[in-house]
């Protein structure tokens, strides 16, 4: 193995999202977001309404404990802390025409934190929280009205933060909408009666609406770097039946395309041969198609927690877990408790892949491992003997050492669930991802207090060494 070595100015971190710490759901003018009808996550149908058993509606309440989260971040010695922005904070239905002060300000108190202990923050416009109103009134993105509701939110967070913030990613994972429209898109038709087409202009609402923040972001934040964000995951062939291979390649570019057309500004053939051959006829217009051409991203982040595999023989179409949707098993690879394979090597072959199709810097803003952990108390101190989670980011960050080594231009890099946070997919608290256990269990009970993991500390000493620390 090469020497490890990361760039000086290496952004290391961690990532969040609103409506899975923030709690506080209906403080402050805060308006309803789709995550407060989705009490178990995506595993069953929305919710009419709140539900008391919505682990997101304390989360592990950040709203009020930010400054002591933040101090803790910087204790480990964070660079960079990626958290989203709740729309329905700034605009509680979605469609106003003035937004709420009371939200903005929360959000300048946080900025005002990550400033004191010298954080950079990374920001996510949009993280599975559109709000509620918009989903139930227009049917999320389906609608075109979206693009207008959404250039008119990203300039409020322009005008108001743009000074601020260096780092914007515009939608988290947004080819997941795909897979879980509601969640990502906010579309309240239930996903078994969501037709092609709607579904595929949901998408192309969302393109664009990336593309024009990408835009307005140049005239008021000109400073400013945009991203995209995607979900990551690559895809072996089962065998090397060339069948087989190919498969793999046409289930990748499920995902590939979102970063495709990012980056090039423009709907690969691959894309739109798969739309023809589903039946779907998008309206897009020479506008749009302009300003997809025009405002591509400066970088692309993502997402990467494992792998799977693709075969065209229906016998060895055997179905595991993974991030959102699960793909065939990998016979080679562990798994986590919650069955997602363990792929290391995934992630540099994803650097080495997004760098040679791209050549634009890439960032990695979630990778982590969710796990049961168990609260212990060492000489008079509680902890969490977490060593399976130092190995499984030691791995993942030895590879991510050789994908630098290869030349891929990295910018950073964020775990995900840096403290312990509800789960999107399964909107539990026992997954838990972070370096800091939070005491709330998944029946709503506990004290919310924090604990630092064996973790913390394995973590501070890899981000105080810029990475050396991984060779030892």
């Known amino acids: 193995m090469s020497t490890i070595s990361f760039p000086d100015g290496f952004l290391w971190g961690g990532a969040t999202a609103a409506n899975q710490l923030e709690g506080a759901y209906l403080e402050d003018g805060k308006g309803l977001s789709i995550q407060d009808v989705m009490p178990q996550g995506i595993m069953t149908p929305r919710s009419e309404g709140p539900t008391d058993d919505n682990l997101k509606q304390i989360g ?83 609608n075109r009205d979206l693009i207008g509701f959404y250039e008119r939110y990203v300039r409020v967070l322009f005008s108001r933060y743009g000074a601020r913030v260096k780092y914007w990613l515009t939608f988290n994972e947004i080819n997941s909408v795909v897979h879980a429209p509601f969640m990502s898109g906010g579309i309240n038709t239930p996903k078994e009666q969501l037709s092609k087409t709607d579904l595929y202009q949901a998408v192309h609402h969302e393109l664009v609406a990336s593309a024009l923040a990408t835009k307005v972001a140049r005239e008021l934040a000109p400073n400013a770097q945009i991203g995209c964000m995607v979900l990551s995951m690559p895809v072996y062939p089962l065998t090397p039946n060339p069948d087989d291979v190919f498969a793999a390649l046409t289930t990748e570019r499920v995902n590939l395309a979102f970063g495709d057309i990012h980056v090039r500004g ?138 630098v080594a290869d030349g891929v231009d990295l910018m950073g890099y964020t775990t995900w669930g840096c403290i312990d946070l509800v789960s999107a997919s399964t909107a539990q608290l026992s997954k838990r991802y972070g370096f800091i256990y939070v005491d709330r269990n998944d029946d709503g009970s506990g004290s919310l207090d924090r604990f630092k993991k064996q973790s913390f500390d394995w973590y501070a000493e890899v981000i105080r060494t810029n990475g050396a620390s991984l060779q030892a």
């Open 266 to 403: 423009e709907y690969p053939g691959y894309y739109l041969r798969s739309l023809r051959e589903m039946g779907v006829e998008l309206q897009i217009s020479d506008d749009d198609k302009a300003l997809l051409k025009e405002h591509t991203v400066d970088f692309v982040s993502f997402s990467y927690y494992s792998s799977i595999c693709e075969t065209v023989d229906p016998e060895q179409r055997v179905m595991g877990e993974g991030n959102l949707f699960g793909g065939v098993k990998n016979p080679t690879l562990k798994e986590s408790e919650w069955g997602w394979q363990i792929d290391p090597v995934g992630l540099r072959l994803v650097l080495n892949q997004f760098w040679d199709r791209w050549q634009k810097p890439l960032f990695i803003v979630e990778n982590g491992l969710g796990a049961k952990d168990q609260l212990i108390e060492v000489d008079g101190v509680k902890t969490v003997a977490d060593d399976y989670r130092i190995a499984y980011l030691q791995a993942h960050l030895e590879a991510v050492g050789e994908a």
């Open 60 to 142: 592990i309440d950040f709203y009020h404990r930010y400054a002591e989260d933040i101090a803790l971040f910087a204790e480990m010695g964070f660079k960079v802390f990626r958290f989203s922005i709740a729309w329905s904070r700034i605009f509680p239905k979605g469609d106003e025409t003035e937004p709420n002060e009371a939200g903005l300000a929360f959000y300048d108190r946080v900025l005002d934190e990550l400033e004191k202990h010298g954080i950079e923050p990374l920001v996510t416009i949009s993280h599975y929280e559109t709000p509620l109103h918009l989903a139930e009134t227009y049917d999320g993105w389906v």
